[in-house]
C-alpha cells in the first residue's frame, strides 16, 4: 500500500478519490488542482441573485488535504505521458505508480463566446453573472436569456439543469422585487426538447413550469453566433438578450490533446466498466473527464463522479492486495438532482426504468440548502459522511 498515486484535479472526483484512496490504505496520495478550493458548483446557483455568497461555495484545499492526509500541489497540468508514467506541470514534473484523471472537462467553443457568461464556467463568472442581473434590477426592465448547449459526438457531457435552476431563481427575485413584469426571461436550447433526458413526465412538467412561470422558449435551432445584445441562429433569426448565460456542452480537455491516452471522437478520455484507462497501465479517469458508457440518457453529475472515484479507490487497493474483485460504475447510471427555483424546488431522478419528477414546493428549497451544508462539512470531517452519500 506504499505506492505513489497521483490524482489530477480537485473537483468533486478528484476530492473523493482522495479521500477514499486514504481510507482504502494507501499511504502515498497526492492531489494536484489549478485552484486551492474545492467548490460546490451544484448550490452557486444562487451567487447570481446574491442569496448565498461565493465564498461559501469554497472549501480550502489545504484543510481537505489536512483532514485526511493527502499531499496537496497547487499547479497547472500541461501533459500526461502515461507511456513514462509522468505527468508535466507548469512547475514540475511528477511521476506516479497510478495515475488517476479527474479533470473535469473543456467546453464546446462558440463564436462570439465573450458574450455569454456561464454559471459552469470558472467558479469566479457567478460573480460577473450577478453584476449583470444586479445591473439590468437596477435599470429596473431588460431582456434575459438563459440556455445551454449539445456535443453531438458526446450527448452525456452537457450541463442543462444549472440553466433551469439559475432561471427559475432569478424568475423569483424579480418577483420579490415586484418587477417581474419589467422582464423578459427566455430559455434556449438548440436541441427541440431540452430535457427529454429527464423522462416524459419531467419534459411535460417544463413546459408547465415555463407557461405558469411567463418565461418564452426557443427551442430546435443550432446557433450561429452570440452577439452583445442576443443570440444568432442558424436561419439567422436573433434572439435580442441584454444579458446572456449559456453553458456551452464538455468536450476534451486542452490538457487530453497533450497526453498518450485513447479518446472518443468528443476528446474524452475511453475508460471501462471500473474506470481503467483502456490500453493504458495502472491509469484510471473518473467523472466529467470520461467517456461514459450507456443509455441514451446517461449524464454526468457530481454523484456519479462521486461514486466512480469510490470504485477507483477500492479497485487500486485489490490490485494492491492481488484479488480480482473490482466495482463497476456502469449500474449505477442515472440522472439525480434536486432543481431548485427558489421558492421550492422539484425531485427528479431517471434510470432504466424510466424518470419521474416529483414539486417540492417550499421545502425543496431548503433540502438543497441543507445539502450544501451537508457537502461541506462532512468533507471537512466535522460532520459523519451518509452512506452512499
Excluded at 162 to 187: M, S, Y
Excluded at 273 to 287: L, P, Q, R, T, W
Excluded at 347 to 369: A, E, Q, T
Amino acid at each position: 500500500m506504499n505506492k505513489k498515486v497521483l490524482i489530477l484535479g480537485g473537483g468533486f472526483a478528484g476530492v473523493e478519490c482522495a479521500i477514499f484512496l486514504k481510507k482504502e490504505g494507501i499511504k502515498d496520495v497526492t492531489l494536484i488542482s489549478n485552484r486551492d478550493y474545492f467548490y460546490i458548483f451544484p448550490t452557486s446557483i444562487w451567487i447570481p441573485t446574491g442569496e448565498s455568497k461565493f465564498e461559501d461555495m469554497c472549501v480550502p484545499l489545504d484543510e481537505l488535504s489536512k483532514v485526511h492526509d493527502f499531499e496537496l500541489i497547487i499547479d497547472d497540468v500541461n501533459e500526461i505521458k502515461s507511456n513514462k508514467n509522468k505527468v508535466i506541470c507548469a512547475n514540475n514534473t511528477f511521476e506516479y505508480e497510478y495515475l488517476i484523471v479527474a479533470m473535469g472537462s473543456g467546453k464546446m467553443k462558440h463564436k462570439g463566446s465573450e458574450n455569454f457568461l456561464s454559471i459552469c464556467g470558472i467558479p469566479e463568472d457567478s460573480l460577473k453573472i450577478k453584476d449583470e442581473i444586479d445591473k439590468l434590477i437596477k435599470k429596473g426592465s431588460g431582456k434575459i436569456a438563459m440556455g445551454f448547449g449539445g456535443n453531438p459526438k458526446d450527448s452525456s457531457n452537457v450541463r442543462g439543469g444549472p440553466a433551469f435552476e439559475v432561471i427559475f431563481n432569478v424568475h423569483n427575485q424579480l418577483k420579490k422585487l415586484g418587477i417581474r413584469d419589467n422582464f423578459e426571461l427566455t430559455f434556449f436550447a438548440p436541441m427541440a426538447e431540452p430535457g427529454a433526458r429527464m423522462g416524459t413526465q419531467a419534459l411535460k412538467m417544463m413546459g408547465v413550469f415555463f407557461d405558469k412561470l411567463n418565461i418564452n422558449t426557443h427551442f430546435g435551432k443550432k446557433f450561429k453566433e452570440f452577439v452583445h445584445d442576443g443570440i444568432i441562429f442558424e436561419d439567422d433569426t436573433k434572439l435580442e438578450s441584454d444579458f446572456t448565460m449559456f453553458i456551452p456542452a464538455g468536450n476534451g480537455h486542452d490538457v487530453f490533446f497533450n497526453s498518450d491516452l485513447p479518446l472518443n471522437d468528443a476528446g474524452l478520455i475511453k475508460i471501462n466498466d471500473y474506470c481503467e484507462v483502456i490500453d493504458s497501465k495502472k491509469v484510471f479517469c473518473i467523472g466529467d473527464s470520461s467517456a461514459l458508457e450507456g443509455p441514451d440518457w446517461r449524464a454526468k453529475q457530481g454523484h456519479i463522479a462521486e461514486v466512480m472515484a469510490r470504485n477507483v479507490a477500492y479497485n487500486i487497493a485489490q490490485i494492491e492486495r492481488n484479488t480480482n474483485e473490482r466495482k463497476g460504475y456502469k449500474e449505477h447510471l442515472n440522472i439525480l438532482c434536486v432543481m431548485d427555483s427558489g421558492d421550492g424546488a422539484a425531485f427528479v431522478y431517471r434510470d432504466n426504468k424510466g424518470g419521474k419528477m416529483i414539486p417540492m414546493p417550499v421545502i425543496g428549497h431548503w433540502l438543497k440548502k441543507g445539502w450544501g451544508w451537508y457537502c461541506k462539512n462532512s468533507k471537512l470531517g466535522k460532520i459523519p459522511r451518509i452512506p452512499g452519500m
